[in-house]
């Protein structure tokens, strides 16, 4: 079955340091999303990236989406320490249905 | 206020019991979802529905039960059958099953001792 792996599982860094987790598929993917969970929280849809190669920001963050579509990254530039939580890519193949990766935790030393 | 609320937030139940877990959505959304999530893994879909009075299974259905009666409602059963129940249990709800952001709800912690 359909399968999204994401690395790394946990990510300790200095606040002002960057920060970047991956996603990769084994099939091909019609989009990916990325959601942020705080700690105790639910997830928050942060973006969605449906084409080729497709770049997207949102302030100090990077998401990309691989040119075969099978991987994607979000890069954080500069953490700061209301960056910690969880990030969690899902990825949607021909079925309707997400799959979610097993999340990279983020936590930022102040 | 619109938005998707799950309660309870913490329940506990004895092993051999069923429960059920309610979500209810005021955003008008046609597609919702349950999945469940276990420590240090992702979010793995248990049952979703695209639309009122139907519903299909995902990836980890077994020992759950769901029902779709209306449209703001997809209230979820585990049941004695299902072998490892306690764990973070997270509805969502989205405008339509494809391409579009899924909205979570707080999420209610199932604990069966």
């Known amino acids: 079955g359909q399968q999204v792996m994401q690395i790394p599982q946990y990510q300790h860094v200095q606040e002002g340091e960057d920060f970047t987790t991956y996603c990769n598929s084994s099939?091909?993917?019609?989009?990916i999303q990325w959601y942020k969970q705080r700690p105790g929280g639910h997830p928050v849809f942060l973006i969605q990236?449906?084409?080729?190669?497709e770049v997207k920001k949102q302030k100090r963050l990077t998401f990309q989406f691989g040119e075969a579509k099978k991987n994607s990254s979000l890069h954080i530039t500069a953490t700061q320490t209301t960056d910690v939580g969880t990030y969690f890519c899902?990825?949607?193949?021909?079925?309707?249905?997400?799959?979610f990766g097993s999340g990279t935790k983020l936590n930022v030393k102040p | 206020d619109g938005g998707i609320t799950q309660s309870p937030k913490y329940l506990f139940r004895k092993e051999g019991q069923n429960v059920t877990l309610s979500c209810e959505q005021n955003?008008?959304?046609?597609?919702m979802y349950w999945y469940r999530q276990d420590p240090g893994q992702g979010l793995r879909l248990i049952y979703y529905?695209?639309?009122?009075?139907?519903?299909q299974k995902g990836d980890i259905a077994e020992g759950y039960s769901v029902s779709r009666e209306k449209k703001e409602s997809f209230p979820l059963t585990v049941t004695s059958a299902q072998k490892n129940p306690t764990a973070f249990y997270l509805c969502?709800?989205?405008?339509?099953?494809?391409?579009?952001?899924?909205?979570f709800g707080q999420g209610t912690r199932l604990t069966v001792v």
């Open positions: 990236l449906v084409k080729s190669g």
């Open positions: 529905s695209q639309i009122v009075n139907d519903f």
């Open positions: 955003l008008n959304h046609d597609a």
């Open positions: 099939t091909t993917l019609s989009n």
């Open positions: 899902a990825g949607r193949g021909r079925s309707i249905k997400f799959y």
């Open positions: 969502a709800s989205s405008i339509s099953s494809a391409n579009t952001e899924a909205f």
